[in-house]
């Protein structure tokens, strides 16, 4: 089983990351708590104390056209909070 993980980068994450040293990844839906941490473990090279998950729901969108209305709905997706280890960062714009 292939797990996607990308590192989510907004002012709320990034206040996160500097106050309590946690790191917000969007995964894949059917990952669990062990396979995030091992592959955050292996990709950035860091000690993991602790993942938190949460499963973002989609939102209803809609918008006026010529044709009349028309509504969808965004992606839902699976958010994960990791908190590394005291002392240690992740730094996501290294290979930039």
């Known amino acids: 089983m292939e797990i996607s993980i990308k590192p989510i980068v907004t002012e709320k994450a990034t206040q996160l990351s500097e106050k309590l040293n946690c790191y917000t990844f969007r995964v894949s839906p059917d990952a669990n708590k062990y396979q995030i941490k091992n592959l955050v473990e292996k ?3 860091v000690k993991v104390e602790k993942v938190n998950t949460a499963v973002v ?6 918008r006026w056209t010529k044709s009349g209305l028309l509504r969808g709905k965004t992606a839902s997706y699976k958010k994960a909070y990791v908190t590394v280890g005291e002392g240690q960062q992740i730094d996501f714009f290294s290979n930039i």
Do not use: A, E, I, M
């Open 43 to 45: 990709l950035y090279g």
């Open 57 to 62: 729901r989609g939102k209803n969108k809609s």
